[in-house]
């Protein structure tokens, strides 16, 4: 309500137009090309056809983030008060003015519009030109991911290879409570949900092969954080070597330490292991946990959390609470879970088993 | 129940009322809008310090990657007691004491047209706060995020009492949050002083009058909701139980957006009333383009129930209704766009004095732009299915809930203070204040942009290294603890007004609207005689004479049935409703019946529903009493 | 900076007229109309549920199975009668009749009882016959939708009879039928919603 100086207006408008550049310029080169998850860096028609989009409506808000920031800015700086009576011109309003910014941001949103709805049905369903179309089925579990290719016969998780370039159809559903899927590189996600099943699809671009983590992205209890994937787009015929190895039973165990962690694993008093996982050639036929017919071949364990090494593995087996507090691995107690009763020796062997399982 | 008289003697209520002017039994039974008004604030501002230590908390966790100061379960209780905390009872109670406070003096009235339900409101609300906290001492706080999606808050997998704990807690809410949009919008449409005709309201009393009504039609399906969810897990009904039974959990998040989206714009729309108020009157012209703000906003308020499922792209609607939702969506941009137009040209060829309310507003008006903007951009489904459930998301609504409602209710406390307290708060720690929050501000919720688009979930307690997450959370943890210095300002600022602020008179901001013509603080009964309204802005209109008869809204006052009354001679004895123990006795009642049902769902079997049925009985009992006490007002 | 602000003595009392409203309409009556409004959407929300799952439901008894068509009709039948009876209470007091009131107020409430004791016998020959809230999402909508109406018309009564009281007392004068009136527009209200419940859940054929 003073008199102002001159000095303090420029200052204002410098603060507020530097603010308006690094805001925009952040927008568009801080996004990171190094972050895994990057969603603005697509590999997959899918992922393309929304950056498409999201490149139009980013450019469209350009000129309307500008347009409404320095408008103020400069009315503000412009306006000042310079004598404490001062009236200025009271106008009231003008028609033609609001009618030309009602119709002027409907022109925008219906240019946003167009592309978007042709979007959204295009998303649907694989386009018919795509060819061989790879079916898998996606299960999730309160915080571990189930895959299935029902026309190769293989079943894993958390890991889920893809060939390069060839358009792969998800069927997603759940067995607890809503999760939802997500590669960020390859595009959009889609809710998991119990009582349907959603669909979803993308082609990995045939120059993509490489690995590229995805994790969950609907809050599904305690674990949520770490309900993690990682999608590997193989070559194709990286992709048919590895169908082949996955289809196979589960190897013998041939080492002594290997035998001994493979007996502990089906005893109900020392491992327990069998009771809740399946691995294909044994008695293990549990349906709780992740199948462990090829777990050694995985690069990691628990859902993404930790590297696969014997050394994990045991640490895994015993301290499966500590490394992820609530995860449904352990020996239930009221309404949440403890670490595996396991000897240490046990789950060396165990561990050597599990881990030999390629 | 103002309006009628009761032949005296002939009926005498249970209790007498009570009379104390000051001391606490006279807070406890008041029914004077304006201390209802100051009690909504100051709970108000409690709970944002609680919600906002929960923010830092979180805010701590995440600065690194596999951050250690809580684990899973306590982050996941910190995220949804956060965001009920700021929206319940942060947000809404904020702008519930400036409804409360304002509103009369804006429209000329002596009171609202139910001041004890009015008290009932308040103290409802306080008990469903209550409610939600006890959940900290039975330590087992509500831990599924704040719109609580089935089936993850089924029994099955949340075998504890803390989803409970927030059922009954909001319902408690919703009650307080329905009285008290049932009273404003009686109050609005029928307390008006002569000639202030609905196109000659304040838009602050507009935006109240159009918020109410989206409580009105958007807290009974919240209501309905909560209530299947609690049948869900108190007797075992299916509505969400995936079990095999068919069940639907997305049944769920229909209802719950349902109201969810309303909402949202029940959180912004008393925001855009209070910068419609400060703008004009720190540029001293009128509001541009009254008539079209006034429109603007009632088509928000109708657009809003059209658009839910745009948090729902991800589940799988089908492509088109996720075109329908798109469109309705953007949409919404168009008149919103039109209030940011009209506060901008409202500036234009002002006289700007940048006081903090102000700034607040500009605030305002700046950040919100931004918010929004992302908001249309959630509004592409194939781009959202990128956004949702990333910080981008979480980025959208802080720039809209922080950087629309929090700044322009803080301009509100600026502008208003002098009215409520008399005195002003000062006005460089007030800069300090604005600038530390804004610059904080933007440290913190800016980078959550880019953390959203390089990838990062919401709702994670911990993220491994390596993602490229690092820069940006450490950035925003910092920006929060800025955030937390300048609220740390604005108590200071506080206590050093209310010890030895300056005096400020009657109309220290040189306003334009009605509450400006009484003194500060207001006397019990607000208006001397009440005002009679010529035009838009009235105290402009009478300070610039001039003005009269050429702007629009400026013709006449065409006569009303008030001023008949008037003429006729009343016959109505004139007095200020008396306090009344009543409105807390029955809110009591509903304290306990919300205790009694969570004592069933903590414990086995159905006997702690005696409990709620004693709740339930106090009720009755206060509403009986509340109806027989001798009626005067 | 002029302040126009017309500052009363402090302690001068305040001034002798009491506001009639802004539209010469009654507050309590805009405000059953706002409540009204309101309740429109618990039951659009609970109307709503019912639909989404209605001919979904999965094993036996559902309701369709269990329905007595003609018994709810009767019952039906005297909520609406009801209504008429209210409407004969209203234009009694309105013409200052007390006597009448009471008369039409007790047959009002009457066939309230009638409606929900109906509802209750109801309830419990759906229960024996397996039909409960927990069977199916059939037997969870239809009894939580139906409870909530047959709670807002015994809210009804309740308040009827208390009016009752009141009108016994000599507290209910012709210069009071509002409070008449208001209990009207509320009995009237949940009357109408039964007929769309009515209709919606026991007539339409799935
Ligand atoms: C104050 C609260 C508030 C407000 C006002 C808004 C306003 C808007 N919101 Fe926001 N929103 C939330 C609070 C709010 N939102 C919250 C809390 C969530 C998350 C809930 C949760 O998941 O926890 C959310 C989530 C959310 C989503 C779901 C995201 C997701 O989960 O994937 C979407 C999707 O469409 C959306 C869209 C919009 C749009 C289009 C607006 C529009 O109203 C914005 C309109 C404004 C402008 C556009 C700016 C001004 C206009 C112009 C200058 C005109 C010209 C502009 C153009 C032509 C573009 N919001
Ligand atoms: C109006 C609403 C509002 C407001 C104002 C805020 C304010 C803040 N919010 Fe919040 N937020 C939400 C609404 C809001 N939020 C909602 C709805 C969610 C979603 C929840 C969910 O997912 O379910 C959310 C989620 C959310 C998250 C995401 C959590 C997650 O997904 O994992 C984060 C993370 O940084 C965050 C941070 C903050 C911060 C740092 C502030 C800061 O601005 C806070 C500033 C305040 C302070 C810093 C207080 C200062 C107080 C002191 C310094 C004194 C303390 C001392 C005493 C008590 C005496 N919020
Ligand atoms: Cu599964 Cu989050
Ligand atoms: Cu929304």
Redesign the interface.
Known sequence: MTAQNSLRPRLLILCWLLLLTASLSGCTAFADRTAPQSTVFPLSDWGRSIQDLYSLVFLMSIPVFIGVEGFIVYAVVRFRRRASDELPNQVHGNTRLEVAWTVIPSIVLLIIAIPTISAIFYSDAPPASAQNVLKVTVIGHQWWWEFHYPDLGVSTANELHLPAGRTASFELKSADVIHSFWVPRMGGKVDVVPTRANHMWFTPDANAVGVYPGQCVEFCGIQHANMRLDLVVDTPSDFEAWTQRQKANAVQPTGGAEQQGAAAFMDATRGLCFSCHAIRGTEAKGTIGPDLTHVGSRRMIAAGILENTPANMQKWIQHSQDIKPGSKMGRPVGNGFQNLAVTDADAAAIAAYVFSLK | MATIAAPAGQRSGLLARPIAPTGVWSWLTTVDHKRIGILYGTTAFVFLLIGGLEALLMRTQLAVPNGRLVGPEEFNSLFTMHGTTMIFLVVMPLSAAFFNYIVPLQIGARDVAFPRLNAFSYWVFLSGALLMHFSFIAQSVPNMGWFAYANLTEKTFSPTPAVDYWVVGLQVLGVGSLAAGFNFLVTILQLRAPGMSLMRMPLFTWTTFVTSILIVLAFPVITVALIELMFDRLFGTLFFNTSGLNGDPIVWQHLFWVFGHPEVYILILPAMGIVSEIIPVFSRKPLFGYPFMVYAVASIGFLSFTVWAHHMFTTGLGPIATAFFAASTMLIAVPTGIKIFNWASTLWGGSISLTTPMLCALGFVTMFTIGGITGVMHASPPVDTQHQDTYFVVAHFHYVLFGGSIFALFGGIYYWWPKITGRFLGESLGKLQFWLMFIGFNLTFGPMHFLGVDGMPRRIYTYPDGLGWNLWNIVATIGAYTIGVAIIVFITNVIRSMRNGEIAGADPWDGMTLEWTIPSPPPHYNFETIPTVHGRDPLWLQKHPQLDGHGPGGQAAPATAMQHAEQEGGHEHPHMPDPSYWPLFAALGLLVAGAGILMTASSTGYTMLVVTGVGLFILLVGIFGWSLEPVNG | ????????P?H?P???????????????K??MW??L???C??F???I??YL??RG????HPVPTDVFDIPYTSVSAFALLMSSLAMVLALAAIQRGDTRRLQIWLLVTAGLGLVFVGGQIYEFATFGHEGLN??V??G???FF?LTG?HGTHVSLGIAWLL?LWVLAKRG?ITQE?S?DVEIAGLYWHFVDIVWIIIFTVVYLIPI
């Open positions: 900076m002029q302040i126009v602000a017309t500052a009363p402090v001068q305040p001034p002798t007229h009491v506001a009639e409203t802004t539209n010469g309409l009654n507050n309590r805009v405000l706002t409540f409004g309101s309740d959407m618990f659009g929300a609970l709503g549920t989404i799952y979904k439901w999965l094993g809230l927990a199916n999402t037997g969870t909508t939580v909530f208390s507290v009071r509002l």
